[in-house]
């Protein structure tokens, strides 16, 4: 039997690495969805002029996923500007081009305090933020533009699963609490 497919419309969304590329093509899909979207981005400008081209009460905000508190601090402007967090699509990371035998270590550091501790970081602090509010959270896989998103797991996933691949590869995979209807 097909699962039903559940609106996103009214949805508070807040995309990392969204002033630019696959982040702002996310965040034109869901507004385009009608959500609620607050862009993060470590340029300011691009997250600022992001959230203007998609219009409506968009935000856009700086963001640097590697400071904990910044990214702590980020998530409580999204809920205290467009109400309570319901889907974060980690969406920020970084891919150095080149041999791995002449990466230097300073690189290796930073893509996992990027690609992988920010994003467990961050799927940490929203399913904090969710979890009272719905208790039987789950993750969501957000469609193509023009789909629906489905139901899927429960965001119990180990960590590990964060690092078998990068944030550009798991992006669409957010968490969203189950139950809360938008209003």
């Known amino acids: 039997m097909a699962k039903q497919p559940r609106s996103l419309h009214g949805r508070v969304v807040a995309i990392t690495g969204g002033g630019r590329g696959i982040g702002r093509a996310m965040a ?3 507004a385009a969805e009608g959500c609620r979207v607050a862009v ?8 600022e002029e992001t959230a203007a081209a998609l219009g409506g009460d968009a935000v856009g905000l700086r963001l640097d996923v590697t400071d904990h508190a910044g990214f702590s601090a980020f998530l409580d402007e999204v809920e205290q500007r467009l109400g309570p967090l319901d889907v974060l699509v980690n969406n920020a990371g970084i891919m150095p081009v080149g041999p ?10 930073r893509l996992l305090e ?14 904090r933020r969710m979890r009272p509010r719905a208790p039987a959270t789950s993750s969501t896989s957000l469609p193509a533009p023009g789909r629906r998103a489905s139901r899927t797991s429960p965001p119990t996933a180990p960590p590990s699963t964060a690092s078998s691949g990068s944030p550009r590869r798991c992006a669409p995979s957010c968490a969203a609490p189950a139950s809360r209807s938008p209003s």
């Open 28 to 30: 034109q899909a869901l």
């Open 40 to 47: 993060g981005d470590l340029d300011v400008a691009s997250a």
């Open 100 to 109: 791995l035998e002449y990466e230097d270590d300073a690189t290796a550091v």
């Open 114 to 127: 990027i690609n992988l501790h920010a994003v467990i970081h961050g799927t940490k602090q929203a399913i």
